[in-house]
């Protein structure tokens, strides 16, 4: 018997030592995610209730406060760029040769017709350093073993009080997400539908967004190409940049 | 007294083109006092209503509210200070708190604005009453130009998402409870009301405020600390101005419809000399003055005013009052002119107006009448019995 309760015990204790805590799965998933720099191309594809739409730009990013956006196509949207400093956000379209900052209620609207809004794209991507975390449940999505993590905003700050992330177990990448309010409405989901390995780091390939309380399919986001720590000159990020 | 007699009967003689002149003459009457009625109704109208139910006795706004500015809004909220809040408490004003969200109507997205008013409030004619509700739902007010433009309905429910004071969103499931009819566009379109209490709890702004509406009868208000007062007059000045630039245009209209019947006298005039080129010279061969001559001509012509006034008011009278009963409908685009109208627009006409008008028209035929009868004053009574003019 007692070598039963010790056995039992010990097994107790691995299957402890194997699953890590909420903190560091976040903590892996930001190291993941983590480049002092990047240049990425992507595709958005916005499904609409009047067709779909795609759009495509090239990104350049330092850490998580700079980024500059510059769309390729449809025509109508190419050359349109966009610079986002800290929590500023700044756009700059060639038909109306005019900066605009993005602020107050702009914010909230969609951006390029999609179900991303501007204000998505303005939250800090680091979620370890915004959100208490806890493992709720183990699940397979996609015959991938997840961690099921459920988010707990630690500042009264942030955009999403809480939530839910659907954690691969082996690349530590997100597969699935949910968007809370703080009254616990379900508000946005985010599914990454393909992933690919850049370097010695699995990355999401392909991504659905989806607005809940808004009708359509959502938004499909590709991404072609990514570069990781590669130099990226200053000047681009700079709101003369979006006049060149 | 010879001179309106003669004058008269010299009018009557000439028939038809006189009766053709006060024709054009009472219609220029008409349209001036009615084009006027409505405009004055119009503005009458709208300033009432959007006192009542909007303005009130003027507004003390939080320092960063700018109503142009909706970059400024999410800052735009504060604790509401002690001279404010006994106001309030005596019913002498009511807080209003004004935040940015967004509403799904049919699956769309809209940017709204949410207004959290005190449901016992007796400022503003906002039928915020109708909140108070038993079931336990969140009951949303709105106007009837947002149900129009959104297809909502008295029941329907609405999903609300909107960023606390930290920025952190929400979302919460309201029921339209009521939807009201007001003349003020800029309490109505793309506009929710919601209880006070409950919106301030669920933007974490306890006792906060972005305005604070202050009553008809309050007066002597000055600036608080955080709190800036706009008066009545400072928040009407939008209307008094398009009230102005309106009194322009109509003015250009008058000019017009004037001219032409001035136009119409002045020839009946100039003609009424020529033609009478004889009778002037025996008029005055007889011991009438030049200046009495002149007198009777002038008078023939401003005759025309009052006869057009006399004929006027015979089809005029009842036009406008139809007018004034009836209202004209105005057309669904009159929602964005930027001030409160009414799907009808019912004209005032008051006695000054009409007076008014009667003096301005009779003043301006007279002199208008009186400008080719100068011409008499020069005329040679030999010549003119010859029936030459110099």
Redo the contacts between chains.
Sequence with gaps: MKILIALLFMYGSMLYAETPSGEVILERIDKNFDAKTQILTATMIVKGRRGTRTVKSKTWAEGEDKAFTEYLSPAREKGTKMLKLGDELWTWTPSADRTIKIAGHMLRQSMMGSDISYEDIMENPKLSEIYDSKIIEEEELEGRACYVLGLTATQDNIAYHSRKLWVDKERYLPLKEERFAKSGKLLKTLVINEVFKVGNRWYPKKMTFKDVLKKGSGTEFIIDSIKFNVKIPNYIFSKAALRR | MLEFKLAYRNLKGVGLRTWLNVAVLSIAYVLIIWHQGLLSGMFTHSIRHTINDEIAGGQYWHKNYDPYD?????ESHGVISTELQSLIKNKQATPILIR?A?I?P????Q?VLLKGIDLRQTVLEIPSGKLVTKENILPILIGQRMAEKNSLKKGDYL?I?L??A????????GKVVEIMHTMVQSIDNRQLWIPIERMQKIT?MENEATIVVVGKKISGQKNLPDWKFKSQEFLLSDITSIVKSKKVGGYILYIILMFLAMLAIFDTQILSIFRRKKEIGTLIALGMTRFRVVRLFTIEGAMHGILAAGVGAIYGIPLLIISLKKGLPMPGAVDDYGYALSSRMYPSYSAGLILGTVLIVMVTVTIVSYLPSSRISKLKPTEALKGKIS
Excluded at chain 2, 70 to 74: A, E, G, R, Y
Excluded at chain 2, 166 to 173: L, P
């Design positions: 909706p970059i400024s809004l999410d940015q967004s799904y049919e699956g769309r997205v940017s999903t998402r960023r606390d930290k920025g952190t969103f929400d979302a919460v499931e974490c």
